[in-house]
């Protein structure tokens, strides 16, 4: 999909394209108010300026929209039906992990949850099981002030990846 093509989406349909790459309600509908855009540079910029600007809240709704990290295929599908292509294909590397590293992820991701609030969110494209295992770990110990950014940050990069997938459509 192209700049001029998503210019030209009537509002529904491109808070539903925008919801694919992000899903806060407050992004999107801040995203959708700066529409039309210039180019792609501006939209990711936007994008960028448009998540900074939200709060906590809006951010851990956002993490609702994502698989945990090394979930079952089958829940993915289901739970994540408008976005589960690109999230399989982020955490592609999941599936080629031992069993011993799944049953790390997930008891880590319990864990994560329980301490945090929310699920381990890590941008994942790119990265081998086990180097989500040891963010995942490392990040156990920091403080929950800290770790929200952290999640953000990394949600920021998803968001970019996918807002990017949407051109590339």
């Known amino acids: 999909m192209t700049i001029n093509e998503l210019n030209r989406l ?3 349909a491109l808070a539903e394209a925008l919801s694919k790459c992000c899903g806060s309600t407050a992004w999107v509908e801040n995203m959708v108010a700066i529409f039309p855009v210039a180019d792609a540079e501006t939209l ?3 994008a960028n300026t448009q998540w900074n600007k939200l709060s906590e809240a809006d951010w851990r709704e956002a993490f609702t929209h ?4 090394g979930g079952d295929v089958a829940t993915l599908r289901e739970k994540f039906a408008s976005t589960s292509t ?3 294909g982020e955490q592609a590397s999941v599936k080629q992990a031992s069993q011993e590293t799944l049953e790390a992820l ?3 991701n319990t864990e994560y949850e ?3 609030g929310y699920i381990f969110i890590v941008c994942a494209t790119g990265k081998t099981a086990e180097e989500m295992l040891a963010l995942l770990q490392a990040r156990l110990s920091n403080k929950p002030e ?7 940050g990394e949600q920021n990069k998803i968001t ?5 997938k949407l051109l590339a459509a």
């Open 160 to 164: 970019r990846l996918r807002l990017e």
């Open 10 to 12: 009537p509002k529904p």
């Open 66 to 69: 994502h698989p945990k990290i």
């Open 86 to 88: 690109w999230a399989e």
């Open 114 to 116: 329980q301490k945090f």
């Open 44 to 46: 990711m910029d936007q």
């Open 106 to 108: 997930a008891a880590g």
């Open 146 to 152: 800290d770790e929200i950014l952290i999640a953000a």
